[in-house]
């Protein structure tokens, strides 16, 4: 039986060694430090959590078919459905559900923080919960996923100038739906 071959050995996917494993180390070795930086706060800093994502992240690396275009933003996407995987997995599904013991874990153990945090986090997801489909996805792939104007213009199939105004527009429905929430309180 052989050992499976990263990208089943494409052209291009093998370093000049002629090994893709060692294409693959390279890619862990350079991206590695920004994947951990990206997963570990959507996981509340628990690191056995963030290890357990990452290494899910690098076997569905080693697992495509050819070498994504993008291998930053292709890790960062991958990841970011990996983490909500988990939180599923573990019937968390967003962060005032966390449980204390883990925020207090991530370094944030003052309670009155920790509740603070929750209880804003809850305003402004209600809030985002409130826009259009369209406004919701490009607030929080730009300001929460920390995706850029340019990654969102390719998504969208827009110019950048586009995206610009339509983040423009979010913002200020954001900023309605919000505050007449909390003049609503």
Avoid at 62 to 91: C, M, N, S, Y
Avoid at 131 to 160: C, D, K, M
Wanted: charged content about 25%; some cysteine; glycine content about 8%.
């Amino acid at each position: 039986m052989t050992t499976p071959q990263p990208f089943r050995v494409v052209a291009g996917a093998e370093d000049p060694g002629g090994d893709a494993w060692g294409w693959l180390r390279a890619v862990i070795a350079q991206q590695g430090p920004m994947l951990w930086r990206f997963v570990l706060p959507r996981v509340a800093g628990m690191e056995d959590v963030a290890d357990g994502v990452c290494q899910e992240t690098w076997e569905a690396l080693a697992r495509q078919a050819e070498p994504p275009r993008d291998i930053g933003a292709w890790l960062r996407g991958t990841a970011r459905h990996k983490v909500l995987d988990q939180f599923r997995r573990e019937r968390r599904l967003a962060f005032w559900e966390i449980p204390l013991e883990a925020i207090g874990r991530a370094g944030m153990a003052d309670p009155e923080f920790i509740l603070d945090a929750r209880w804003q986090a809850a305003e402004v997801y209600a809030a985002l919960r409130r826009l259009s489909p369209r406004a919701r996805q490009a607030l929080i792939l730009y300001y929460i996923e920390g995706w850029t104007v340019a990654e969102l213009a390719e998504l969208f199939g827009r110019s950048a100038k586009a995206v610009e105004c339509q983040l423009y527009r979010a913002r200020v429905a954001f900023r309605r739906v919000y505050t007449e929430a909390a003049a609503d309180d």
